[in-house]
């Protein structure tokens, strides 16, 4: 009864959003403070990293900090929506800030054991998720403050993927973009159309006044960026899965358009950094961190 009624005052409790946007990697990053309280979460932050150089930076994850500090907040939360193959996280740099529990979706343990592999981790490497403070489970209820939040699992990109639903607004990573750029790839391992399809249906179901915060904006070049939508307007206007398209018109469309994408070009040092909690693999005896390119582990389709 308790978290029924917590549940019903999720789309009552309006958040106050702060976008960040990255645009090296086209991700946007959210403050979202409790509206009763200076508690506040972050979610999806970003670290700059040059892959050419090797260089780490932290401004994007620095104005964030700057952010929290002056309008006096106290951070609770560093969520990740899934585990990133387009950018590294900052979650470690902004809790070693401001404190706040790093958290993920309960199923990262399936990324880690896939990429594990490619990567050859060390034995050190543990696959259960222990290196993030705490893992939701789906239809897990926690709070912001004073504001109840609904974490809920939502794969199809990759098996971990959660969104959530903090008042009425809705974090929903990449598993939904705006209208007029679809829906998030689903040909990573774990990765499945058909569940993706299925989890986008489960969130068109919230209230059509939902706020939907997006991860990544892919504008057509007719409009400026764009990072909120909402339920009532994907399902009126989405090209890949508005009202009108079945789960067998999705999956042929999705699974078409995937083999034509490229792979992101950060998704081998993202992957390797941010299945391990947003932290660089160890030193190596001469005291270096390394991160490693395993070849053609994303093209099989080319010859050794």
């Known amino acids: 009864m308790k978290a029924q009624v917590e549940l019903e005052k999720l789309v009552v409790a309006e958040p106050d959003v702060l976008p960040f946007l990255d645009k090296d990697t086209n991700t946007f990053s959210y403050i979202?403070?409790?509206?009763?309280?200076?508690?506040?979460a972050v979610i999806d932050s970003v670290v700059n990293y040059d892959p050419a150089s090797g260089g780490v930076s932290y401004e994007g994850a620095d104005a964030i900090i700057k952010t929290i500090k002056d309008r006096k907040l106290q951070l609770e939360w560093v969520i990740e929506t899934h585990v990133h193959a387009d950018h590294l996280s900052a979650a470690p740099?902004?809790?070693?800030?401001?404190?706040?529990k790093i958290a993920i979706g309960d199923q990262v343990s399936i990324v880690q054991k896939t990429f594990g592999r490619v990567f050859n981790a060390d034995s050190d490497f543990a696959q259960d998720g222990s290196q993030f403070d705490h893992l939701f489970k789906d239809n897990e209820v926690y709070y912001v403050g004073k504001m109840a939040a609904l974490a809920m699992h939502t794969p199809g990109h990759t098996p971990a993927c959660m969104t959530h639903l903090?008042?009425?607004?809705?974090?929903?990573g990449d598993t939904i973009f705006m209208p007029d750029s679809g829906s998030a790839r689903a040909?990573?391992?774990?990765?499945?159309?058909r569940i993706l399809y299925r989890s986008i249906k489960k969130l068109l179901s919230l209230p059509p006044k939902t706020r939907l915060f997006m991860c990544h904006d892919y504008s057509t070049g007719e409009r400026e960026l764009e990072y909120e939508s909402t339920i009532a307007e994907e399902l009126a206007n989405n090209i890949h899965v508005n009202a009108a398209v079945s789960e067998d018109q999705f999956v042929t469309m999705r699974e078409a358009k995937d083999k034509s994408m490229e792979v992101p070009h950060l998704i081998l040092p993202s992957l390797q950094v941010n299945m391990r909690a947003g932290e660089f693999p160890p030193p190596e005896d001469n005291g270096r961190v390394y991160l490693k390119i395993p070849?053609?582990?994303?093209?099989p389709h080319r010859k050794q």
């Not at 403070?33 to 200076?38: L, Q, V």
């Not at 903090?166 to 929903?172: L, M, Q, S």
């Not at 070849?295 to 093209?299: E, G, I, K, M, S």
């Open 32 to 40: 979202v403070k409790d509206p009763e309280s200076n508690a506040c």
């Open 93 to 100: 740099y902004i809790k070693n800030a401001l404190g706040g």
């Open 166 to 172: 903090i008042g009425n607004a809705a974090f929903v």
């Open 187 to 193: 040909d990573f391992p774990g990765g499945d159309a």
């Open 295 to 299: 070849v053609n582990v994303f093209a």
